[in-house]
């Protein structure tokens, strides 16, 4: 039985940074804030020293940085927690990028209760309802692929990217386009529909194994797209 291939979604973040630079993005910046080892934005910092900006810990200060890098002409993706980037950071994002409609790209990840090895108060789940609340802002949550970040690069406004710490499998194939607002079915079903995103479309991908054994067919859905 082949291994199946497994990466966080955090990681896929990383390497699609450095995908689009080397691919001609030349207007791709990026911004931390002092936590690139965990994001993985330095996958993009090795290979692009000069358009890697470490802001600290100041989230707040990296999204006005991020807001005034886009007023020039820049596509800037400021990277955090998800607890810091929609929490502490939220009244920056809200007037500041959310307000004036800016080319900002926020890359969040260790959201949700599944980095439960870091605590609660790192278990950001409100940061759908914090960012759903900011008129122009989309939102997404990709399952295990890097083709979000390709299109939130090529969407003109503000985009808010949730990633996962852990390590998922991977079921999407090379020829897999993201499309932003487009559902996805992954598995034909009949008697009931499971839609997830993010970590728990592998989840949902296991139920369906699971109903199937008691002969129950179910439609599984992916809705990266939350807004």
């Keep these: 039985m082949a291994e199946i291939k497994k990466i966080a979604t955090r990681e896929s973040y990383g390497n699609a940074l450095k995908e689009l630079a080397s691919e001609g993005a030349d207007k791709l910046v990026v911004l931390d804030a002092d936590l690139s080892a965990a994001t993985k934005t330095g996958i993009f910092k090795k290979a692009y020293p000069d358009r890697h900006f470490n802001c600290g810990i100041a989230e707040s200060n990296m999204m006005c940085v ?128 499971i839609i997830a995103n993010g970590l728990m479309v592998n989840e949902a991908i296991e139920a369906g194994k699971a109903l199937e054994a008691k002969g129950i067919s179910a439609e599984i859905i992916n809705i990266a797209t939350i807004k």
């Design 66 to 193: 991020a807001a005034g890098l886009s007023t020039m002409g820049l596509v800037p993706f400021a990277s955090s927690f998800a607890m810091f980037a929609a929490g502490r950071a939220f009244e920056q994002v809200r007037n500041t990028i959310g307000y004036p409609h800016l080319n900002v790209k926020i890359g969040a990840t260790h959201a949700g209760i599944s980095v439960g090895e870091d605590g609660a108060s790192h278990q950001c789940c409100e940061d759908f309802a914090l960012m759903r609340s900011i008129p122009g802002m989309v939102v997404i949550c990709p399952a295990d692929d890097i083709e979000a970040v390709k299109a939130a690069y090529k969407y003109e406004g503000p985009v808010y990217l949730r990633f996962g710490r852990l390590a998922v499998p991977v079921f999407h194939s090379e020829n897999y386009k993201f499309e932003i607002g487009k559902g996805e079915v992954i598995k034909e079903g009949s008697d009931v529909s």
